[in-house]
């Protein structure tokens, strides 16, 4: 699964257990599935299913006489078996099947359970036009992950279990159904104007991968090698579905390759599903992706779908081919897509976007571990198992992986994932596996690192400080570990690279650190221009490396690690002097990669002088690349100042990218003059791809401050807006909402919201807002049949106001004495 943007806000409390957190362990079974049968009709008009669920079932145990099943909010619950007299019991959230003859270990035994579904809460998702959306096409498409499968068919929805499946879907005549596995047929009734869809999965896999997608779809076919490769969406939208989805061959291609391990199923689809409530979804063999990210030609200048595409695809393997055995260890599901899609990248557009985006994904990583919680990689104490979805299982399980790649090499590498697919595959896997497989591939055993990476948590945070002894001529270097240790995070021990550049070469240096404090020194026969820790940028880590101002001009010119000039950009901007605006302006022109050149600008952008502006406006004029253009104007709306309003004011409406254009707005909005809201209020009527240029407009409209400004963004939640727009406007209105009770009001009655993802921003937004008088609203939403982001985005939120409630009782009562 694949979601960036929904975790919930930066402002908890730094406890990753909520309240109602208890220890979780795969469960006990009895008998094990082998094979489900799913026959359903839909019924569009009232939202329903109705389904016969066939199970064919194994004992594992002795003298077995029930069984459990999930199923929530069933009605009219028929069960039987073919071989002997079964009766039942349910209470609106399990079935349990009972029998009076004991069934020995290793028989078998099928169920037949009827039933109906209407409205479900969670799992299947229906979607349609009303008087708010009159153009929005129907759909239906489900979402098992973690455990919403028990809402629309009966399983043991926990990731341990594993079968075979088909499904037979009927739906009217004019739809397409798309579901796990290879298309066995189609069968049309021309009496009820319906067909049904017969799909089938030959390869086990867990019940929250059990999918299908269905509504009025274009079918556009592709392959790799033989098989299969298939993109639906909307009719009308083929041209933007080819450049959202068309690299898939090439990515099936690059993951089969690399990992010995050929695409293991019949065929592969992607669905662009409408209001999906995730960027992606990894079912087998058959992907659900945000209609959202098929998009058009200007929006492909800048923007690409391939990282998403070659995540959730790499869940072929990591998560659907070899599945966690429990959601402590999803992360060896979630850390491996995450890393997987960088490493296309890679592949497909070179070593400086790769590091980049790990780059990225570091800082999304430290801003959850500063700013929510601090948690290991693998726990099983938590509330709803989505709580565990969260940067630390996306983003900080990339830079692990990266880190045990760099330590094995190459070749060490891709064989010991191999020889971990093909010992599991089609089976669960715990952390333990992986470790296995490391140690009998290459010799290593890796549990040293495991221990403080995997099940400890926190990263080191280096301290290092060098100097240089002309009379004994050598560099000395310090390197201290300055993070606080404790049961949750202890001193780390890692090898660490030193690059000594001088000007006749580079003396490289390996250490092991493993110490609160080291001192190394290295004879060299003259002075390093500069001095790298950790050159190739393989540890997650924090440093606080303090050099001369020389130095860092050395490196912004010489490092030839993309991250490295970066790191001095950033060090010179922070400095601030008139030669580091220099320097920064050279390099801004003579920077090749644009994730260089972005970072700089806003470097630039930070050090707010009228000559670090004169910088920005020539590199507007000269740089066309529109990523390193959306910086340049976010790093010239730090200045007010008539010169930079003029350049915003000017790529408002002549950008080629919609994403420079929109940068641009928001720059007019953070000059704080009323006098562009005609412009800005002009700018809302522009229609643009996913609405990126109303966003902005809201965006600069917040920044202004003004009366006006809520009102216009109150308009823009309501019903019949985007939901790119409206929660745009939601988290706009919770930045500049403190003390206003009707912001608040409206908050609170868009908790309700059809839309789920309205829910989470208002949810998030009354946490950023901090009003208690929210608390009793936001409580409805912290248990029951929700969605878990949900739940959990309610819960932060309350345990903030709480905290913050508790933190003004001493000064209430010091008013009250008074």
């Known amino acids: 699964m694949r979601c960036r943007g929904c975790s919930a806000s930066a402002w908890a409390d730094g406890r990753f257990a909520v309240s109602g957190s208890t220890t979780h362990y795969a469960p006990d079974r009895t008998l094990v599935a082998g094979h489900l049968r799913l026959e359903f009709e839909l019924d569009f008009k009232t939202r329903s299913l109705h389904g016969l669920a066939v199970a064919g079932m194994t004992a594992v145990a002795d003298d077995v006489t029930e069984v459990f099943f999930d199923a929530v909010g069933f009605k009219d619950l028929r069960v039987s078996s073919a071989r002997r007299p079964v009766r039942h019991e349910y209470d609106g959230r399990r079935i349990k099947i009972l029998w009076q003859k004991p069934l020995p270990r290793g028989q078998r035994i099928d169920f037949s359970i009827r039933y109906r579904v209407v409205r479900p809460k969670l799992g299947l998702h229906f979607v349609g036009p009303d008087k708010d959306y009159s153009n929005k ?32 879907i009927t739906v009217p005549a004019s739809f397409t159904a798309v579901s796990n596995g290879r298309l066995a047929g189609t069968s049309r009734n021309r009496r009820k104007k319906s067909i049904t869809w017969h799909w089938k999965q030959d390869v086990p896999h867990s019940p929250y991968l059990v999918s299908f997608v269905a509504g009025e779809f274009s079918k556009i076919e592709a392959r790799w090698r033989n098989t299969p490769v298939l993109y639906y969406c909307v009719r009308g939208r083929e041209d933007d579905a080819l450049r959202a989805f068309g690299k898939t061959p090439e990515m099936i291609e690059f993951f089969s390759k690399k990992l010995g391990i050929p695409y293991p199923y019949a065929k592969y689809s992607q669905v662009a599903a409408v209001d999906f409530i995730y960027g992606g979804m990894e079912n087998t063999s058959c992907t659900t992706q945000t209609a959202m990210t098929l998009h058009d030609k200007r929006a492909h200048i800048d923007f690409s779908s391939d990282p998403l595409v070659a995540h ?43 590091m980049y985006e790990l780059r990225e994904n570091a800082h999304a990583y430290f801003e959850e571990d500063k700013d929510r919680y601090r948690r290991p990689m693998v726990t099983n104490t938590f509330k709803n198992a989505n709580d565990l979805f969260d940067r630390h299982l996306y983003e900080k399980g990339s830079l692990i992986l990266h880190m045990i790649r760099q330590q094995l090499g190459d070749k060490a590498w891709w064989r010991s994932l191999n020889l971990y697919l093909k010992r599991h595959k089609g089976k669960n896997v715990e952390t333990i596996d992986l470790i296995e497989a490391f140690r009998e591939a290459t010799g290593r055993n890796l549990r040293e690192f495991f221990d403080q990476w995997i099940y400890k948590a926190g990263h080191p945070e280096y301290r290092v400080r060098t100097w240089w002894d002309a009379r004994q001529k050598k560099q000395f270097i310090r390197v201290i570990q300055a993070h606080a240790t404790g049961n949750e995070t202890g001193l780390f021990s890692l090898p660490v690279t030193f690059a000594l550049h001088t000007t006749s070469g580079v003396e490289r240096r390996m250490e092991k650190v493993d110490k609160k404090e080291h001192i190394f020194s290295y004879a060299l026969r003259e002075e390093p221009e500069f001095v ?14 303090v050099k001369p101002e020389a130095m860092w001009f050395a490196q912004l010119r010489r490092d030839p690690h993309v991250l490295g000039r970066i790191d001095a950009a950033e060090a010179l901007g922070k400095l601030g002097s008139p030669s580091a605006v220099e320097a920064l302006i050279q390099a801004l022109e003579s920077e090749k990669f644009w994730g260089a050149q972005t970072e700089i600008s806003r470097a630039l952008g930070r050090i707010n002088t ?33 010169q930079a309003l003029a350049a915003l004011r000017s ?3 002549r950008e080629e990218s919609y994403f420079a254009e929109g940068e641009a707005i928001r720059g007019m909005g953070k000059m704080r003059d009323a006098a562009v809201l ?58 500049i909402g403190h003390g206003r009770e009707d912001i608040q009001t409206l908050l609170v009655r868009l908790l309700g919201d059809p839309y789920l993802l309205i829910q989470i921003a208002a949810a998030r937004q009354l946490g950023i807002i901090a009003d208690e008088r929210a608390v009793t609203a936001l409580m409805k939403y912290i248990s029951g049949d929700l969605d878990g982001r949900l739940k959990r985005t309610a819960e932060e939120a309350v345990r903030k106001i709480r905290k913050g409630m508790e933190q003004e009782l001493p000064s209430a009562r010091h008013s009250r004495m008074s």
């Not at 990591?318 to 995450?338: H, K, M, Y």
């Not at 406006?617 to 007010?640: C, D, N, Q």
Request: proline share 4%.
């Open 312 to 354: 959730e695809l790499s869940h072929q393997w990591f998560g659907d081919l070899v599945t966690c055995r429990d959601w402590s260890q999803a992360w060896l599901n979630e850390s491996f897509a995450t890393y997987f899609e960088a490493l296309f990248k890679e592949h497909d557009l070179g070593y400086d976007e790769f």
């Open 137 to 168: 096409p129907v759909q239906a498409w489900t979402q098992g992950e973690d455990e919403y499968s028990r809402f629309w068919f009966p399983c043991h929805d926990a990731p341990q279990e594993r079968m075979t499946t088909e499904t037979l």
């Open 651 to 653: 790529g408002s409406s």
């Open 678 to 735: 005609p412009e800005l209020k002009r700018l809302l009527e522009r229609s643009s791809w996913n609405d990126v240029i109303r966003c902005a407009a809201l965006d600069a409209i917040a920044s202004l401050r003004i009366p006006e400004s809520i009102e216009i963004l109150k308009a823009h939640t309501k019903r019949g807006h985007s939901a790119s727009v409206r929660m745009t406007a939601i988290r706009a209105l919770g930045a």
């Open 610 to 642: 009228s000559s670090a502006m004169e910088g920005l406006l020539k590199a507007l004029r000269t740089i066309r690349h529109p990523k390193v253009r959306r910086a340049l104007y976010e790093a010239l709306g730090r200045y007010s100042n008539p």
């Open 532 to 545: 790298l820790f950790d050159p190739e940028h393989t540890i997650l880590k924090k440093i606080n490396f």
